[in-house]
């Protein structure tokens, strides 16, 4: 299928916060916090600054063989788990919670962009390998979060009374129930049995959801070499015991960040708190926070307690059941990655922004913030609709009482504004007071005031007038509306709502294909992709 992908900048989608603008700008305010900028030349300075910072590659490798044992694995994928024991191959990351299904687009444009960007800095250093990775935020215990998905306007929420961490709840038949309901929706389209055959095959009964996650998203991406990496591991965790004794013994993480965060405030709503102790404790079940209570050590909504001793114990001989929260997430994947480039959205950008403080606390080295790319998927019923009513894709991008009053004005068989005619009425009432004042200075207060009356009413009566066109097009306000829903689905962006589900069961596995073909690097627009063939 032919594709002709076009770009807005971000500024002009009204969908980006003013940190996100600020940062795609470079502004001065932000510069502080962080390492480099998301340039060529930003990436090969924390590229430098890597190769003198280097990870555990052994332990890394061992844990990627071991999760990727008994899983059908693309060859470009074992090269590239082989290639991360050599000190010359760096990761390009991106990291997402394991939303059902995937939960909504942008789930794989964060992945394909990473993707992308990988192959863009293995061609610009020739002698250094680059490798893609989707790092698995499996310990998230926000099931509201997770558990659902939408196509096409219907809403799918898995209801379960599992608790903890999302990735290590097990498939059950209410997910099998999903399925089958996915099915007999998409089965009208070329691939929609296909898709559903897939999710019945990875999401079977039994497996974790970061099993099948993982298994879904290698069966998607494995042939770009994409490694998908599970850090619920002990072996992996084991290697920020250092970060984990001062943590619970002597925090300092709470203090860095609140400090860089204050520092941030002044300029910009902060995205993330935190807290003395950023450690959760995770064991079956459970996922709940460390709190210190003398010299003590609670979890919070249990009846788990351990003394000092307990502890210092407990994290040498099960460093898997700490589990990082927001502050600390990003210290733990770039301790165990050797990674320059972190692929994120606005709000994974905006608290990393709190963080470089930390990271220097630690030695360990800052990853490039790269935003992650934005689709809007326009299929072309949609797009000839846009165009009967006389509007661009970008002009969608307002909401729908702005581009009915644009359709209002546009068609009017007379002028909806009284331009002109009300400073004809300001240039009447000036003659009207000189004239009265001259009679009698007091009067021109008087005047003043009729003055200021009739214009307002004028304005009213202008109102009106743009109300009484409005009615005569309510026809095409109905189609405004439903070419607002399908495109902002609930007055938001696509990529946030809908899931793949759909377009993957109409267009097949070459929509990932074109959408990695308009996948940018480092361009950091919003991309438009037309999407021809009916569905």
């Given at each position: 299928?032919p594709?002709?992908?076009?770009t807005?900048?971000?500024d002009?989608?009204?969908?980006?916060?003013?940190?996100?603008?600020d940062?795609?700008?470079?502004?001065?305010?932000?510069?502080p916090?962080?390492?480099?900028?998301?340039?060529?030349e930003?990436?090969?300075?924390?590229?430098?600054?890597?190769?003198?910072?280097?990870?555990?590659?052994?332990?890394?490798?061992?844990?990627?063989?071991q999760?990727?044992?008994?899983?059908?694995?693309?060859a470009s994928?074992?090269?590239?788990?082989?290639?991360l024991?050599?000190?010359n191959?760096f990761?390009?990351c991106?990291?997402?919670?394991?939303?059902l299904?995937?939960?909504?687009?942008y789930f794989?444009?964060?992945?394909?962009h990473a993707?992308?960007?990988?192959?863009?800095?293995e061609?610009?250093h020739?002698g250094?390998?680059?490798v893609?990775v989707?790092y698995?935020?499996?310990e998230?215990?926000?099931?509201?979060?997770?558990n659902?998905?939408?196509?096409?306007?219907?809403?799918?929420?898995?209801?379960?009374?599992?608790k903890?961490?999302?990735?290590?709840?097990?498939?059950?038949?209410?997910?099998?129930?999903?399925?089958?309901?996915?099915?007999?929706?998409?089965?009208?389209f070329?691939?929609?049995?296909?898709?559903?055959?897939?999710?019945?095959?990875h999401?079977?009964?039994g497996?974790?959801?970061?099993?099948?996650?993982?298994?879904?998203v290698?069966?998607?991406?494995?042939?770009f070499?994409?490694?998908?990496?599970?850090?619920?591991s002990?072996s992996?965790?084991?290697l920020?015991?250092?970060?984990?004794?001062?943590?619970?013994?002597?925090p300092?993480?709470?203090?860095?960040?609140?400090?860089?965060?204050?520092?941030?405030?002044a300029?910009?709503?902060?995205?993330?708190?935190?807290r003395?102790?950023?450690?959760?404790?995770?064991?079956?079940?459970?996922?709940?926070?460390?709190?210190?209570?003398?010299?003590?050590?609670?979890?919070?909504?249990?009846?788990?307690r351990?003394?000092?001793?307990?502890m210092?114990?407990?994290?040498?001989?099960h460093?898997e059941?700490l589990?990082?929260?927001?502050i600390?997430?990003?210290l733990?994947?770039e301790?165990?990655l050797?990674?320059?480039?972190?692929?994120?959205g606005?709000?994974?950008?905006?608290?990393?922004?709190?963080?470089?403080?930390?990271?220097?606390?630690?030695?360990?080295?800052f990853?490039?913030?790269?935003?992650?790319?934005?689709?809007l998927?326009?299929?072309?019923k949609?797009?000839?609709?846009?165009d009967?009513?006389?509007?661009?894709?970008g002009?969608?991008?307002q909401?729908t009482?702005?581009?009915?009053n644009?359709?209002?004005?546009?068609?009017?068989?007379?002028?909806?504004?009284l331009?002109?005619?009300?400073?004809?009425?300001?240039?009447?009432?000036?003659?009207?007071?000189?004239?009265a004042?001259?009679?009698?200075?007091?009067?021109?207060?008087?005047?003043a005031a009729?003055?200021a009356?009739?214009?307002?009413?004028?304005?009213?009566?202008?109102?009106?007038?743009?109300?009484?066109?409005?009615?005569?097009?309510?026809?095409?306000?109905r189609?405004?509306?439903?070419?607002r829903q399908?495109?902002?689905?609930?007055?938001?962006?696509?990529e946030?709502?809908d899931?793949f589900?759909?377009?993957?069961?109409?267009?097949?596995p070459?929509?990932i294909?074109?959408?990695?073909?308009?996948?940018?690097?480092?361009?950091?627009?919003?991309?438009?992709?037309p999407?021809?063939?009916e569905?």
């Open positions: 299928m594709f002709s992908a076009y807005l900048p971000y002009q989608t009204n969908s980006f916060s003013r940190i996100v603008l940062y795609l700008q470079g502004a001065a305010a932000l510069k916090f962080y390492a480099a900028p998301p340039t060529p930003g990436l090969a300075q924390v590229l430098a600054v890597r190769r003198q910072k280097p990870v555990n590659r052994e332990v890394l490798a061992t844990v990627l063989q999760q990727y044992a008994g899983m059908e694995t693309h994928v074992v090269h590239n788990i082989e290639a024991q050599d000190a191959t990761t390009v991106t990291a997402h919670q394991p939303n299904f995937t939960g909504p687009l794989l444009y964060k992945i394909l993707i992308r960007l990988a192959a863009q800095l061609a610009a020739p250094s390998r680059f893609p989707y698995m935020g499996s998230d215990a926000d099931l509201d979060e997770l659902h998905f939408s196509i096409q306007g219907k809403r799918y929420t898995w209801q379960t009374d599992q903890g961490a999302v990735g290590r709840m097990v498939i059950d038949n209410a997910i099998q129930q999903l399925i089958h309901e996915v099915e007999g929706q998409l089965a009208p070329e691939q929609g049995k296909a898709i559903a055959a897939s999710l019945r095959r999401f079977a009964k497996n974790t959801i970061q099993q099948a996650t993982f298994a879904l290698n069966k998607l991406f494995g042939s070499g994409l490694i998908v990496l599970i850090p619920d002990a992996l965790k084991a920020m015991l250092p970060v984990f004794e001062q943590e619970l013994f002597a300092v993480s709470g203090t860095l960040v609140g400090d860089t965060s204050e520092r941030l405030a300029h910009y709503n902060v995205q993330a708190h935190p003395e102790i950023n450690l959760f404790y995770l064991e079956g079940d459970i996922r709940e926070r460390i709190i210190r209570e003398g010299d003590d050590f609670l979890v919070n909504n249990t009846a788990l351990f003394s000092a001793a307990e210092k114990v407990l994290i040498q001989q460093p059941r589990s990082p929260n927001v600390l997430r990003g733990f994947q301790t165990i050797p990674n320059i480039a972190f692929i994120g606005g709000g994974e950008l905006a608290y990393w922004l709190q963080l470089k403080d930390l990271f220097e606390h630690y030695d360990v080295s990853p490039v913030l790269v935003l992650r790319n934005s689709f998927l326009l299929e072309e949609w797009q000839e609709r846009i009967r009513l006389g509007f661009s894709v002009d969608c991008f909401k009482d702005n581009l009915v644009l359709l209002a004005r546009r068609q009017a068989e007379h002028p909806l504004t331009n002109g005619k009300m400073e004809q009425a300001e240039a009447l009432f000036e003659a009207i007071r000189s004239q004042s001259a009679i009698d200075p007091t009067l021109s207060a008087h005047v009729l003055k009356a009739s214009l307002k009413k004028l304005k009213v009566l202008e109102q009106k007038m743009l109300r009484a066109e409005k009615r005569k097009h309510a026809d095409s306000r189609q405004i509306e439903a070419i399908q495109l902002f689905p609930g007055d938001g962006l696509q946030r709502v899931s589900l759909y377009y993957y069961a109409v267009y097949g070459q929509l294909a074109d959408l990695y073909q308009h996948s940018g690097a480092l361009e950091q627009q919003f991309t438009i992709l999407l021809s063939g569905a």
